[in-house]
């Protein structure tokens, strides 16, 4: 191990140690006053940023008693950015703000989260290739790889902003980048909301697989089943491509987001029933890396964090924030996520996601 290595590894762990220990003072501050659930803790001498999250809306929000243990953040989906380059027609997380968290302060969060127990962590947005260029999820991800020794770090992308000079940075540091791919016809994909003007989405797919293999980063495609491509044979390409994994969603309506007064979206259009959304699944039941994501299990099997580091409930059809965990620690905080961890463990949440372990002909 190198001097430098040496220097900041202690570093890294008296940082996250310390993030810990606000974090703990924060939630021991926020659980003596529980039924105050409105309230905003203010501690400026612990943040560099005010506090930036808007209020939490009314509603039903306690979703556990405080006297029950908290889950364990072993995998977190952190959507930092809302921005985005494309339009999908049934994005349930939507461009509703512009705010992203300063770089220290997101690596703030993640080390509480590790210190309560990540494993995995997610990028995602919006778009997170959008800040500064990549330059922004790329330091994240290193910061996670390199100093919190996290097993896994990945991304899900529309890929149309990554080029092989990130790769050369930070792919060694990057477990698996997800790109979505809804279609291998590219009219689709135009009408979905993901295309790219001059450029083809499914040729960028395949150069992207390719930079994957050369940098030793596995590949995974997400792909939303709606009713412009439920009737999509996908078998052939799918197997071409050969991800390791290949996350087949039903699309999904979120009161706010992409249904109802207040959304930037009107998914109606796009929404396939049980029944069509079985029928895809059964024409591509040989493909050996389908996981299927119905509805319900999407719902409730997931921990996201949004751009203020809140933890979003969406069991009542809508996101229902919780406060942000750099004000009261990942413990107080994660008992108004709404997480299954049950149905996470029962759709195989949990499985070799650490590169690592993987041992993939690149």
Known sequence: MSLVALVRLPLAVARAALAALRGRLGA???SLSPLSLSLSLSLPSWR???THSPAAPAGPRREREWDEPSPTPTSVNYHFTRQCNYKC???FHTAKTSFVLPLEEAKRGLAMLREAGMEKINFSGGEPFLQDRGEFVGQLV???KQELKLPSVSIVSNGSLIRERWFKKYGEYLDILAISCDSFDENVNVLIGRGQGKKNHVENLHKLRQWCREYAVAFKIN???NRFNVEEDMNEQIKALNPVRWKVFQCLLIEGENTGEAALREAEKFVISDEDFEQFLDRHKDVACLVPESNQK???SYLIL???MRFLNCRNGRKEPSKSILDVGVEAAIKFSGFDENMFLKRGGKYVWS???????W
């Open 223 to 225: 792909s939303v089943i």
């Open 298 to 300: 999407m719902r409730d």
């Open 28 to 30: 021991l501050c926020w």
């Open 48 to 50: 560099r940023v005010s």
């Open 142 to 144: 290193q910061f996670c």
């Open 89 to 91: 027609g049934f994005c």
């Open 355 to 361: 590169k690592a372990d993987m041992k993939l002909d």
């Open 306 to 308: 949004d751009e203020y």
